[in-house]
């Protein structure tokens, strides 16, 4: 039944979109750099049809947004309530996986913790009867949203705390073209052997690439599936630094080798045979 799950649309879009969410600020890029070789998007477009910024909104008091900013902000903080602690949202990115692959990313920072949030929200999904998916990665980020399943959309509140404030990015998405793509593994990118159920992202951005890599391994412990792709990346060349949770079923590790580095997280989920597995990566245009 689990495995029926992983598979699922709504859980594979998630997992997708909450990557796209938190890796760009965890490994310092902002997703606002992506270029996408010139393809119009669909806000892009919307901006083109637009008029200026009325100029009544150069008069009101505080920061001002532009169209695009408050048309990106319309597309995700409308399907969820304001977080009681939160600051003023932000708009952040848009349309950046390609023309058909409607996306739009909204955040904002709370003092309150990853958790703290994540449980506020996912109470408020399911007082509202919604379908609720969700992944807390570790003690610092995780999601927590819903599949809308006649629009083909998930709509997603994902977390990363750090620098002793929690960053939230508000996304939705309707994901199903790029889902289509998302199953491989770039050529290069050090996986464990056996990984399932994969869902992989790459962002070109300035200067670099950055990848992400999520997955399961099944049949097997936390430690077996540890030092096997240990093994696997000091065969390849890779130099990597432990660090254990303590209290919890998982292990992250720190990759670096010439023009790469990253982050991968091996988590066994309580009384499961099996491992998931999570990579964000960051590649020089250079690198090989």
Do not use: C
């Amino acid at each position: 039944m689990l495995k029926q799950l992983s598979a699922h649309p709504a859980f594979r879009t998630a997992a997708v979109l909450g990557a796209v969410a938190v890796v760009g600020l965890l490994l310092g890029v902002g997703l606002e750099e992506v270029r996408y070789g010139g393809a119009r998007s669909e806000l892009e477009r919307a901006e083109a049809a637009a008029d200026e910024l009325d100029q009544e909104a150069a008069a009101q008091s505080g920061p001002t947004r532009s169209k695009r900013d408050e048309a990106i902000l319309a597309r995700t903080l409308s399907y969820f309530p304001p977080y009681p602690n939160g600051g003023r949202p932000e708009a952040l990115a848009a349309d950046y996986l390609g023309a058909d692959t409607p996306i739009a990313v909204a955040w904002f920072s709370t003092q309150d913790s990853s958790d703290q949030v994540l449980q506020h929200y996912r109470k408020f999904l399911l007082d509202e009867g919604l379908p609720v998916v969700g992944v807390r990665f570790n003690d610092n980020a995780g999601y927590v949203g819903y599949w809308v399943s006649k629009d083909d959309e998930v709509r997603l509140m994902s977390t990363l705390h750090q620098g002793g404030e929690t960053l939230v990015f508000v996304s939705s998405a309707r994901m199903r073209n790029y889902l289509e793509r998302a199953g491989r593994v770039p050529s290069g990118i050090p996986v464990p052997r056996g990984l399932q159920d994969v869902a992989s992202l790459s962002l070109r951005m300035e200067g670099a690439t950055n990848i992400t890599v999520s997955g399961r391994v099944p049949g097997t412990t936390l430690p077996e599936a540890e030092q096997a792709y240990l093994a696997q990346l000091r065969d390849q060349g890779w130099s990597v630094t432990e660090a254990r949770q303590e209290g919890f079923q998982e292990t992250q590790l720190s990759l670096t080798r010439t023009g790469l580095r990253g982050e991968a997280t091996l988590r066994q989920p309580a009384a499961q045979q099996s491992v998931d597995f999570h990579l964000s990566l960051m590649r020089a245009q250079a690198a090989p």
